[in-house]
């Protein structure tokens, strides 16, 4: 794994000014969850409307992968009751990666009738977080991905399929997660078909060192098939962590508009990383996002409208842009 | 600057688990400057025995270098009136040392009559904040540390002296600084006497590309004069840039308790880096600090009980350690 860490230290050290997003593509994609794993962590229901608004803000912005909803039973999440409705709604911004979790096969069939372009299946490496989380066993979700794999093909075979392996870099109930498990676990989603397997720090418990190991020895497993960097910010190291993977090459991004969600632990700690911090990260350092990062900054008002008295986090937002940065741009 | 990128990320991936202070000496020295740069960024003046006590509380957590006080005319800054008085205080205890921010000659005498360990001096890159922060150019800084400089020689020549350069990433005045200038500013101050030449995020404009690539440069210049890493989390980025330092070989990290001070433009946007995130971060890592996380987040009480009401800052503090870092440890 040398030669690309090399690389990537040079090129980060070229890197000078911010970049100008509209004119190249971009070299990396933030995928926002803030619809799905936002909305699902707090207790109130968004109005459909208001998550239309919302997501309509987001691609506004240049956001070119949104997980807009999860395909669960109403009764377990009435926030998410409406989601076949809001994946018709984001269907109708072209270029946009609509996306959906589904926990099993059901969720899957729902999720692949509404149309959805990308289903991610969050596969817990945490053998106790498993059964706490879905009531399956890690082998048992592995056969569940495998079986929605084996769906796509029939229904719909331009559908990516992700596993999000959570509780990746250690689970509040089991403490430490062997990381000989987690690099099997994605060899298995890999070999059971997903296109794409991440790696999610569930409960905050990430660091740099850990980051950039795990990784390494994923890609080094799964090669192209390794996928996004799902961190949180629970400890203050989100972005530190973005950044350990961004060095080993990662290059898909997981994080949710004012940190909504995530499950954080304490009032003020963010679960999910600030997707305005994140974007602030990457292009003052010159690396491209595509996102217009004072659309984003305005796409918190449909956010707050929709959820009134929600605690939105973000420093970006807060000390707002350098003096200088738009020249810089 | 390749070869020592390599080695650290490989160092990096190597590392395991938290490590365990106690048994050996630390990787990095973690600088508190809450006691200076956090009090005298605060309106009330913190009374000087609960001073003493949070002085005697960060020893206690492991801390081996704070910069106690500021010494500067009393009408200007009233909370460091009792800088000397503090100094004596911070002396009794064996194994740290003793830091006092000097702006001018006058300053230096103070600190020396005091009997301070180390000086240190600030010295904006940025022409326009020089002016407007000391009301002199930065010629005349270069000539005011050669001054001090001499004086140590003539009153104490055991004192180190580091010139810490303000606005190295960017200033609020001016905008963007040219890096050409800061280094050649870092090799003025190597010159002139300086043991040591940090460089301050003192606006919070510092991204992690820019950090490697100005410490690299500095290093290129002064080699081992090369000094601390100041960064502020004005923006969230304040541990990521502090890992893109530590990645190309700085091992110095100025940083303050609750991130008290550092100038913070918004409210709930911490300006210096928190130490309790800091030393959370590189312990994660298995970096050692020599600072026990849970004394230092005890720290907190003397700091609190001595400025009522004033926010803290720190999400280290408000989630708690990681279930199984004890036994990581």
Known sequence: MIVPIVRLSFYLMEQTSPSTPSRQSPDVLISEVGPRDGLQSVKVTMPTADKCRWIDALVAAGLREIEVASFVPARLLPQMADAAEVVRHALTHPGVTVMALVPNLRGAEAALAAGVHKLTIPVSASAAHSLANVRKTREEMVAEVRAIVRLREALAPGVRIEAGISTAFGCTLQGAVPEDEVVRLAAELAEAGAEEIGLSDTTGMANPAQVRRLFNRVRAEIGERTGAAHMHN????????????????????????????????????????????????????????????????????????????????????????????????
């Not at 304490?266 to 305005?276: L, M, Q």
């Not at 990062?293 to 707002?320: D, K, N, V």
């Open 234 to 329: 629970t400890r203050g190291l989100g972005l530190a962590n973005c950044l350990a993977a961004y060095d080993v090459g990662v290059r898909t991004f997981d994080s949710s508009l004012g940190g909504l969600g995530g499950c954080p632990y304490a009032p003020g700690a963010s679960g999910n990383v600030v997707t305005e911090d994140l974007v602030f990260l990457f292009e003052a350092m010159g690396v491209r996002t595509g996102v217009d990062i004072e659309r984003l900054i305005a796409a918190r008002a449909p956010l707050q409208a929709g959820l009134p008295g929600e605690p939105l986090y973000g420093m970006t937002p807060e000390a707002g842009l350098p003096k200088g940065w738009h020249a810089a741009a």
